[in-house]
């Protein structure tokens, strides 16, 4: 069973210091919603306040439109996953993922048996009568996924719950969530500093910053689409090139570059991803520049380019990231045509 | 120059032995050194007779053992066990409830006074037994309370620092998240405490509960003091077993049923602490 949850001018102080302010957001059923920011941005203590766990100075937590902000976290069935597994060292590990159906007042043995239907979801049956110090970090989290799993939440909770994790265990636990979201469609909000675990998981993101959501929308749009420099640094983009929006399209060092025709006209920064750029020959380039860095990053390479002034005078130095495939041949000092990928481009004014 | 594998296995291999063979040797050198003194006692209690400069004794026999089932001693036996389990219970509970009151800022409180507190609830560690079981007693007679009763609270005062401090330092690594888990599984107030504080606090109690079972266990001077000697138990026996002459034999029979109930708790407790870490 899932369900739809919703934030409502929801503000929190802790004492005189406002953490949350008038964050409105929902995740409709069978959704996965991340809520990315850094340290401090308030995204824990909003899920807390889903929880139960806190309740909000203002503003209501809704679940199927019913307002749950006066009821305790033990009867709102929400299931939050912290960081850390948190297993009762104390029970094994059926005994762990039984908690809720025991809690629930259900004999020793039928919780067992509910317990078990779960554990062989997150693949680890043969190890219910293991105790949690017996576990890897990568199953210890597994099982704390169903044992959350096993409460039957509307909602599901993750609090950067593969974030303790190696890369190879996150990409398991990625497949498992895949899963688990195939198998029992559960709307999930995901708390997360990091952003390629939002974009792979989630099909929305919320950016908080400073608690306040400067941005919810798509994957792609957020990338892509950023509505303040603030997201695109968040979201990861490198670039921010000033320039002046001015008849459809934004002139810079970069060229004249066509923008969304409601574009306010005036001083805006273009922001396009460094995935979005290309480097290109000198002869007929799109833009000038010299190659101030090469930065090998695995299979990638992340040049950076000061570009030359464009023909207006008034048009202030600009600097761009492209990220490229592979190592170019390329050194500090060479110059190199820059190029947009894409036949338009996306402005921020602030 | 490189070494092979091999090489390298075989100069690793003394520094391997010396960091397996040196715990084991420590372990048994203190092994021996707690259990030593023990020797003479066993041989005490089952000696007929053992004048210098034998090593053994001359003649054997189970007088002094079968001592040990005579009424007064199986009572005295009975009123210790149960000044021990009552000064485990109580010194558990308070020491529980005073370190979560330490734990952190009281309503109304500030760091300085929970520091007070914590100092004011160890200070019986300070002051001289004999000093405190004085001072208590004119109290006591002075309220009228029963032997048992009186005993009973001085020995809790006397063992609330032990606990206390066992529950602080369990505290100070308690992680308050599992208690959030629980409830967002289902758990009421109540029953996150009796499934989940209490079962993560359960190392802490245990060690808490054994503690204050051991001080009323083997107390002499209170029960002596509060007790007036109408409340006699085994180390009142023991000390005047010890004081008469040629009361050896029955002095080491004591002295070994003083220590069996204690060394049956810490293996009872040992082996529930170690099937806990391994298995359900």
């Known amino acids: 069973m899932s369900s739809q949850l919703s934030f409502s001018g929801i503000s929190h102080r802790f004492g005189a210091q406002e953490v949350l302010t008038n964050i409105s957001l929902e995740a409709p059923e069978g959704s996965c919603v991340a809520l990315l920011g850094a340290s401090g941005s308030g995204k824990s203590t909003l899920l807390r306040i889903a929880a139960g766990l806190e309740r909000p100075s203002a503003g209501r937590v809704l679940m199927d439109g019913e307002d749950v902000s006066e009821v305790n976290a033990e009867k709102r069935e929400t299931a939050l996953v912290f960081q850390q597994p948190l297993l009762f060292p104390h029970l094994s590990v059926v005994d762990n993922v039984a908690f809720s159906s025991r809690m629930a007042g259900h004999s020793r043995a ?95 993101i919320a950016v908080l910053d400073h608690g306040e959501i400067l941005q919810h929308g798509g994957v792609a749009q957020l990338h892509h689409q950023p509505a303040s420099r603030a997201v695109n640094r968040i979201l990861g983009g490198l670039n921010e090139v000033p320039g002046v929006v001015r008849g459809g399209a934004h002139h810079s060092p970069l060229g004249r570059v066509p923008v969304p025709a409601d574009t306010a006209e005036g ?76 036949p338009s481009g996306w402005t921020v004014t602030r | 120059m490189s070494l092979s594998r091999s090489e390298v296995s075989r100069r690793r291999r003394p520094r391997w032995r010396v960091r397996t063979v040196l715990p084991l040797l420590l372990g048994l050198a203190l092994l021996i050194w707690i259990m030593l003194p023990l020797v003479p006692v066993l041989l005490w209690s089952a000696a007929g007779a053992w004048r210098a400069p034998d090593v053994l004794p001359s003649s054997w026999t189970a007088d002094a053992a079968l001592s040990l089932a005579e009424p007064e001693v199986l009572m005295a036996g009975v009123r210790s066990l149960g000044l021990g389990l009552s000064v485990a219970v109580t010194a558990t509970v308070l020491g529980g409830l005073a370190a979560f009151g330490l734990r952190g800022p009281t309503p109304g409180g500030s760091p300085a006074s929970t520091r007070l507190i914590g100092f004011v609830m160890l200070t019986p560690l300070a002051v001289p037994p004999f000093a405190l079981v004085m001072g208590s007693n004119v109290l006591l007679l002075g309220a009228r309370a029963p032997s048992f009763l009186g005993v009973l609270i001085v020995l809790t005062v006397t063992a609330l620092p032990y606990t206390t401090y066992m529950f602080v330092t369990a505290l100070a690594s308690y992680e308050d998240r599992f208690e959030a888990v629980a409830r967002t599984l289902g758990a009421s107030p109540a029953q996150v405490v009796l499934k989940v504080r209490l079962g993560l606090l359960m190392p802490a109690i245990a060690r808490a509960g054994f503690l204050a079972f051991l001080v009323g266990w083997s107390d002499y001077i209170t029960t002596v003091l509060i007790g007036g000697g109408q409340f006699i138990t085994l180390p009142l026996l023991l000390g005047s077993a010890a004081s008469s002459t040629g009361g050896e034999q029955l002095t080491a029979a004591l002295s070994l049923a003083m220590i069996v109930p204690p060394v049956v708790l810490l293996i009872l407790l040992a082996r529930r602490g170690a099937r806990g870490r391994t298995s359900s």
């Open chain 1, 110 to 204: 039928a919780a067992h048996r509910h317990a078990c239907e779960y554990l062989e979801l997150v693949q680890l049956a043969g190890y219910a009568r293991r105790m949690p110090g017996q576990l890897s970090g990568g199953q210890e989290q597994r099982v704390a996924l169903a044992r959350a799993l096993a409460r039957q939440p509307r909602i599901l909770l993750l609090d950067e719950p593969f974030s303790s994790l190696d890369l190879p265990l996150r990409e398991d636990m990625y497949e498992l969530l895949e899963t688990i979201r195939e198998q029992l469609r559960p709307t999930i909000v995901l708390v997360t500093h990091d952003r390629r675990e939002a974009s792979v998981l989630a099909e929305s």
């Open chain 1, 267 to 342: 001083p805006a920064l273009l922001v396009p991803r460094q995935e979005s750029l290309c480097l290109t020959a000198v002869e007929g380039a799109q833009a000038l520049g010299r190659v101030t860095q090469v930065r090998a990053s695995g299979a990638h390479s992340l040049v950076r380019v000061a570009l030359d002034r464009g023909p207006e005078q008034d048009q202030e130095q600009a600097a761009v990231a492209v990220e490229v495939t592979g190592s170019p041949e390329l050194r500090p000092g060479d110059i190199t045509g820059v190029a947009l990928q894409n």
